[in-house]
C-alpha cells in the first residue's frame, strides 16, 4: 500500500462521523433463519456472524420481532434455560451488546445477562433484570420498535480481542409450558473508531476483508 493510499484512508476515516458510527461483529435478526429448532440460528449480519440458540426443550417458533417479522421464541423454560450467542470480538475494543426481550404473561419475567470465553466459565454483565409482558405496546410488524424491551449492555474491556464469546439470556424463573419468551435485534457493536484503535490500519483492513469469510462458530 502506498504512503498516498495509506494517508488518504486516514483522512476519510478522520472525516467520518464517528460520533454515532458503530461497526457490527454479530447481528440475529432471524429474518433468514426462520427458528424451529434449537438451533444453530446463523447471524444476518455483522463482520464475523455467529449462532445462535435456545436451550430450553421447549417448542421453538419466529413469531413477530420488536418491528420486524421475525423473532427467536421458546415456551416451556425451566430455571437455568438460555437463549445463546456465539460470535468473536478479534481485533475489536469498546463492545456493547443490545437486545430486544419480551415475553407473554406465562412466560418468564427475569433473567441474568452471561458472558464466556470458552462455554465453561461465566460471569454475569447483568444480574436478575425484568423482561415485560408484550402488551400496550405490543410488538409489530411493520412498526416502531418498542424501546422498553430494547436492552444495551457495556461489555467490560476484558473481553475486547477474543476469538470466542459466548453471551447467555438466563432464565432465572420456571414458567408454565404455555408461557413463552422470545428474542429480536441481537447484537455485538463496537464504535466504529475503535477497530483503528485497536488494529492499525492494516489489521483494519484485514478486518474487512473477513467480512466476507463468516466463521462458524
Ligand atoms: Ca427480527
Known amino acids: 500500500m502506498s504512503t498516498k493510499t495509506i494517508v488518504t ?3 476519510l476515516l478522520a472525516g467520518a462521523p464517528v460520533a454515532c458510527a458503530q461497526l457490527t461483529l454479530a447481528e440475529w435478526t432471524f429474518e433468514t433463519s426462520l427458528p424451529t429448532t434449537s438451533g444453530p440460528h446463523a447471524a444476518e449480519g ?3 456472524g455467529g449462532s445462535a440458540f435456545a436451550v430450553t426443550g421447549g417448542t421453538i417458533s419466529n413469531p413477530v420481532g420488536n418491528g ?3 423473532s427467536l421464541s421458546s415456551n416451556a423454560w425451566n430455571a437455568g434455560d438460555y437463549f445463546e450467542f456465539r460470535t468473536s470480538s478479534i481485533g475489536y475494543a469498546g463492545l456493547s451488546f443490545s437486545w430486544s426481550q ?3 404473561p406465562t412466560g418468564p419475567g427475569l433473567f441474568d445477562l452471561a458472558i464466556s470465553t470458552d462455554g465453561v466459565n461465566f460471569a454475569t454483565l447483568l444480574s436478575s433484570y425484568s423482561v415485560r409482558v408484550l402488551s400496550s405496546p405490543g410488538w409489530s410488524s411493520p412498526g416502531t420498535p418498542v424501546a422498553l424491551d430494547q436492552f444495551s449492555v457495556g461489555v467490560p474491556s476484558s473481553y475486547d480481542n477474543q476469538s470466542m464469546l459466548i453471551f447467555r439470556l438466563v432464565s432465572l424463573q420456571d414458567a408454565p409450558v404455555s408461557g413463552t419468551n422470545r428474542v429480536d435485534t441481537v447484537a455485538l457493536t463496537v464504535p466504529a473508531q475503535n477497530a483503528v484503535a485497536i488494529l492499525g490500519l492494516g489489521g483494519l ?4 476483508r473477513r467480512r466476507t469469510v463468516r ?3
Open 215 to 217: 466463521s462458524t462458530f
Open 68 to 70: 420486524t417479522p421475525e
Open 9 to 11: 484512508i486516514a483522512v
Open 102 to 104: 419480551s415475553r407473554t
Open 205 to 208: 483492513m484485514a478486518a474487512r
Open 46 to 48: 455483522g463482520v464475523y
